[in-house]
């Protein structure tokens, strides 16, 4: 066994600054994760859109849509987000404005500390 080396992923992956942020502008945030495939680890690239929503506070989407999962992107003419794979749109907090998407945006779970926005585990639901 390695010292240091853990077998757990890390929960919190740093994806970038709070001072790259401004309320009412989602930024697409790329970054790696460990996924834990039973014994298996793999880094995966991944992305979330972030939200600032207050000063030290931010909302993280998962990138695909509740549709049948595109990537979409935040629209600033429309001040939505919009996925082109069948116009579904979203809300500036991840609720559904129009269908066909069945339900609200996942969300990772999402803190700051220190300036740096840290994305933590997805959680299904989206519920604000
Ligand atoms: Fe987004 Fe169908 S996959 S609207």
Not at 13 to 35: I, S, Y
Not at 48 to 74: Q, S
Request: proline content about 9%.
């Amino acid at each position: 066994l390695l010292p240091g080396k853990t077998r757990k992923p890390a929960a919190w992956t740093p994806v970038g600054e709070l001072a790259e942020l401004q309320p009412g502008a989602p930024t697409e945030m790329m970054f790696r994760r460990n996924r834990a495939d039973g014994w298996k680890v793999t880094s995966e690239k991944t992305s979330a859109w972030v939200v600032k929503t207050g000063d030290n506070d931010v909302v993280a989407f998962a990138p695909g849509c509740t549709h049948l999962g595109c990537a979409y992107h935040w629209d600033e003419q429309g001040r939505h987000f919009l996925c082109p794979c069948h116009t579904s749109t979203f809300g500036l907090d991840g609720k559904v404005l129009s269908g066909p998407a069945p339900r609200p945006l996942d969300r990772f779970e999402a803190k700051v500390q220190n300036g740096k926005v840290l994305i933590g585990p997805i959680r299904k639901g989206g519920a604000a």
